[in-house]
């Protein structure tokens, strides 16, 4: 196996487990929707969020 075949190899297990990753988390959203919780995005609730630091500056 040459390099180029490695780099191929490496780059589609890493791009199924992401897919995978992101999958699991979807489903584990949407189960926690329906048991009556709200998502809510990371960065809207941060401590450091984008409306803070326009704020300082």
Do not use: H
Request: charged share 25%; hydrophobic share 35%.
């Amino acid at each position: 196996m040459n390099n180029d075949q490695r780099w191929r190899q490496r780059f589609q297990n890493f791009s199924n487990t992401y897919q995978t990753l992101s999958a699991i988390g979807k489903f584990a959203i949407e189960l926690l929707e329906k048991s009556g919780y709200q998502y809510i995005y990371g960065p809207a609730i941060a401590l450091d969020s984008m409306e803070e630091r326009n704020v300082q500056k």
